[in-house]
């Protein structure tokens, strides 16, 4: 079992930055791809990035140059750098960990992003 807890949701206004932070509950972190999926009001949850433990990265096409991801091993932590914020990508941000395939197996409780034009 794997816990998550997401932090540094919150409003910013267009082309602003914040970061988000997800902290994880497991003696195993390193085994997990980690990942950013977002879910938009009435709309799916999508992928928004996503590390491997070795640190390579994956990224949806609507936030290449704009977010980054990045994980630190020794404390168990994955981090969601997002700058030139834009109000389409106001959502619920989740953490996820990928045990196997490409989806979460553990999810954290979402954080709220709102990005004000």
């Known amino acids: 079992q794997v816990q998550l807890v997401e932090s540094g949701g919150g409003l910013v206004q267009a082309g602003g930055s914040l970061r988000l932070s997800c902290a994880a509950s497991t003696r195993t972190f390193d085994y997990y791809t980690m990942g950013w999926f977002r879910q938009a009001p009435g709309k799916e949850r999508e992928m928004v990035a996503t590390?491997?433990?070795?640190?390579?990265?994956d990224y949806a096409d609507f936030v290449k140059g704009r977010f980054a991801i990045s994980r630190d091993n020794a404390k168990n932590t994955v981090y969601l750098q997002m700058s030139s914020l834009k109000p389409e990508d106001t959502a619920v941000y989740y953490c996820?960990?990928?045990?196997?395939?490409?989806?979460?197996?553990?999810w954290g409780q979402g954080t709220q992003v709102t990005v004000s034009s």
């Open positions: 590390v491997r433990s070795g640190g390579s990265t």
């Open positions: 996820g960990a990928v045990q196997a395939g490409n989806w979460p197996s553990y």
